[in-house]
């Protein structure tokens, strides 16, 4: 690890966070596979969100500690590229995201449809 | 015996047209084969310098992202920012336009939306140096030389001479640096 990947990262609780509709999007493709590890490109793939977009929500998430980010574990040479960092849900910021997703889908629903059946990892 | 000059002189006449066009279309088809030459030689370095600097651009606009964030965080951000960019660009080797089109995309969008990165991670202790606080003007210094060094790495890459010493050179920069 180099020195200037050491943070200094206190454990706390995680922080509410304003739960736009983008923000939704971006919740919802970490949700797609909640203890995998997303990168940046990937994560702009699946949300069709741009990089403007996307990586000021990840930071917010981040510190709010929703997700945590870690450099990849590879040998720079045999991969021939610098080791990118990829971003994770914690296990706080999992069952927010859940809890988050639940509600914004419960406050746009028309009152009278059924609700909609529940997205594998993404509602409770 | 009556000498024909006339039809003597007109054979000299018609033998000197032919050898004159022979040479005149020598000419030419040299003079188009120098041109040609030229022109295939002066399009590949034109061709060539023009993928040189769109390869560069995203890079640039990366480096004018990384100078919207707090001091602290230029260095990690765009040290992320560039690992991604790389990552995403060796998916399109070989087609220069697609590689300009998509990084720039992602370059410009991060130059939008970097302040908004910076508000977000300032004063939270995600991603800054342990090292001790410096002055604005030493982030810069680190932020233009990572910039350089990440440079000479995609370069390295793009030329497929990835060495283990070249690497080892370019960390060792960074480390002796930070």
Not at chain 1, 73 to 91: F, G, N, S
Request: glycine letters at 6%; proline letters at 5%.
């Amino acid at each position: 690890m180099s020195r200037l990947d050491r943070v200094r990262y206190t454990r706390r609780m995680a922080e509410p966070v304003n739960v736009t509709v983008t923000v939704a999007k971006v919740i919802r493709g970490l949700l797609e596979d909640p203890t995998g590890e997303h990168y940046g490109f990937a994560l702009m793939e699946r949300t069709k969100l741009g990089s403007g977009t996307l990586y000021p929500i990840l930071a917010r998430l981040e510190a709010a500690r929703w997700i945590e980010s870690c450099r990849e574990d590879i040998d720079p040479v045999a991969e021939k590229r610098p080791p990118r960092r990829y971003y994770r849900l914690t296990p706080d910021g999992l069952a927010y995201s859940r809890q988050a997703l639940a509600e914004l889908s419960a406050a746009v629903s028309l009152p009278w449809l059924p609700a909609r059946p529940a997205i594998e990892g993404g509602t409770a | 015996m009556i000498h024909n000059w006339t039809a003597t002189s007109t054979h000299i006449w018609t033998a000197g047209v032919a050898i004159g066009s022979f040479l005149a279309a020598l000419l030419l088809a040299v003079l188009a084969l120098a041109f040609w030459s030229f022109k295939e030689a002066a399009g590949g370095l034109i061709a060539k310098e023009a993928e040189g600097r769109l390869e560069r651009l995203p890079h640039a606009l990366l480096v004018l992202a990384a100078r919207r964030l707090p001091a602290d965080l230029q260095a990690p951000l765009y040290e992320e920012w560039f690992a991604e960019l790389c990552h995403r660009l060796r998916r399109n080797d070989g087609l220069p336009i697609t590689r300009a089109v998509v990084g720039i995309k992602y370059a410009l969008g991060l130059l939008v939306g970097a302040h908004k990165v910076g508000e977000a991670l300032a004063n939270t202790g995600l991603r800054t140096p342990t090292t001790p606080r410096r002055s604005q003007a030493t982030y810069t210094k680190w932020l233009f030389r990572y910039a350089r060094v990440f440079l000479s790495t995609a370069e390295l890459i793009q030329r497929d001479e990835w060495r283990r010493d070249a690497v080892r050179r370019l960390h060792k920069e960074i480390e002796g640096d930070a």
